[in-house]
């Protein structure tokens, strides 16, 4: 069992920068692929970054070059480093862990999620 608590979010205005943490229990951090991951309301959850267990990372095309993912496995944390932030990144950002089947972009296909944390940018 893993347990994931997210923390970081809030409000900034346009062309801000948060930083949101997932500090993971239960297993270290460094033996799983993290992703994050966000919910606009009335949306779907869509994929926002992924870092693998190799320290490899991918991004969504709507944030790539803006938030940058990495990981301190000393202290099972992940990281997502959000800069320039644009109003349509408002949502509920929610981490994840355990990709066991199915494509990384699928929320589907993680098995742990933590419980949210809300950024909301302001025009």
């Known amino acids: 069992q893993v347990q994931l608590v997210e923390s970081g979010g809030g409000l900034v205005q346009a062309g801000g920068s948060l930083r949101l943490s997932c500090v993971a229990s239960g297993r270290t951090a460094r033996s799983s692929t993290m992703g994050w991951f966000r919910q606009a309301p009335g949306k779907e959850r869509e994929f926002v970054a992924i870092?693998?267990?190799?320290?490899?990372?991918y991004y969504a095309d709507s944030v790539k070059g803006r938030f940058t993912i990495s990981r301190d496995n000393a202290k099972n944390t992940v990281y997502l480093q959000m800069n320039s932030l644009k109003p349509e990144d408002t949502a509920v950002y929610y981490c994840?862990?355990?990709?066991?089947?199915?494509?990384?972009?699928?929320?589907?296909?993680?098995?742990?999620w933590g419980q949210g944390t809300q950024v909301t940018v302001s025009s």
């Open positions: 994840a862990s355990d990709l066991s089947r199915g494509n990384y972009y699928v929320a589907g296909s993680y098995v742990y």
């Open positions: 870092i693998w267990s190799s320290g490899g990372t």
